[in-house]
């Protein structure tokens, strides 16, 4: 019997072994590492081959549109009520017109933003959050260089193909408690917003849609006097936790993790995020929240706000959106920059 069971010990024991070496299902996936920051401090970002080929799958893009011609009639001559691309000649107008269908439209193409009856009517609310979109493109492309740079962005940069963005926020109606937690303001409520910590659920109000201080960490040991209350700290660290899930990154990606507010022991990519979060503002403020009486109610948040958008509006869990892909360069009836 002891032999027996000694025989069968090792033959299982072969077996486990020859699927642990042979079995892909038994095998981690390669790992490799970009290096983001300073050689030698082990900055960097860790990725696996599927991770890799998920995030590629995700940020595929879309059919080309043949370029058109800038001469000829403008779209203001040959339709009516343009209001917004009244610089385009009518055939930029018309291709512009079939990457909106294609970007945002989703199933319903056209007429998602147009009656199919008369495109020239107004009364679609998508019709005029589109024109406010369109305006605030091109201003991101001609004014915040400093953070897109020439890469530029169009309406598929966010939209994927989608009426409604992936990533989109609103003020957070506080989550519902009972007993002694029943006022939690938002906290100890995991979720992909805060990294799934007891953070806040809301880390956005304030912050990206006002002026609201971030940087809230000190820089002594022992610092003297009063500080950002507790409540403020945590709130800033969700909010990173939301950056950096927005980004598919970690913290090194901008900060060095020695002296996280050095900005000189940080990587050059913070101050490209200093000015991410600028433009954000900007955008939130100027050109969404003038949107607020538009939204029908199926638009609206827990609180009753609009709609508002943060890092992974555009990025959608990549470092780059569309992966650097240089999109907007083939627009500039979107303001995109074309770089030879």
């Known amino acids: 019997m002891k032999t027996t069971a000694l025989l069968l ?6 077996l486990i072994g020859t699927a642990l070496i042979f079995t892909p299902g038994w095998n981690l996936s390669k790992v490799h590492t970009v290096q983001t920051g300073y050689r030698g401090l082990s900055v960097g970002e860790m990725y696996t081959t599927k991770s890799e ?11 080309a549109i043949d370029p058109a011609e800038a001469g000829g009639k403008k779209a203001t001559e040959v339709y009516k009520n343009v209001k917004v691309l009244t610089d385009l000649s009518a055939a930029q107008f018309d291709r512009v017109m079939l990457g909106f269908a294609a970007w945002v439209g989703g199933e319903q193409g056209c007429n998602y933003c147009h009656n199919p009856e008369n495109l020239a009517d107004d009364n679609l609310y998508t019709k005029k959050v589109a024109r406010s ?13 400093a953070h897109v740079q020439t890469t530029g962005v169009t309406c598929y940069t966010c939209h994927r193909g989608q009426p409604v963005p992936k990533g989109v926020w609103y003020k957070g109606a506080d989550p519902k408690s009972k007993g002694a937690a029943a006022t939690n303001y938002g906290m100890g409520h995991p979720s992909s917003v805060n990294g799934t910590t007891a953070m806040n659920t809301d880390p956005f109000s304030g912050i990206l849609d ?19 209350p507790l409540q403020k700290t945590e ?12 980004l598919g990154v970690n913290c090194t990606y901008c900060h060095g993790s020695r002296a996280f507010t050095n900005w000189t022991e940080g990587s050059p990519l913070r101050v490209n995020a200093w000015h991410g979060i600028n ?49 907007a360069q083939d627009w500039a009836e979107l303001g995109g920059v074309s770089v030879k």
């Open 235 to 246: 709130k800033t660290y969700s909010l990173m936790m939301a950056f950096s899930g927005g």
């Open 133 to 145: 979109m369109i305006q605030m493109t091109r201003h991101i492309n001609k004014d915040w260089q």
């Open 9 to 14: 010990g090792g033959v299982a024991t072969a």
């Open 53 to 63: 080929q998920l995030l590629k799958a995700a940020n595929a893009l879309p059919d």
């Open 279 to 327: 433009m954000v503002r900007d955008l939130n403020a100027n050109f969404l929240a003038p949107l607020q009486a538009d939204w029908p109610a199926n638009r609206l948040g827990p609180t009753g706000d609009g709609p508002k958008l943060y890092c992974l509006t555009c990025h959608q869990g990549a470092p780059k959106p569309l992966l650097g892909a240089k999109m």
């Open 210 to 228: 006002g002026k609201d201080a971030i940087r809230v960490q000190a820089s002594q040991a022992l610092p003297t006097g009063f500080g950002a």
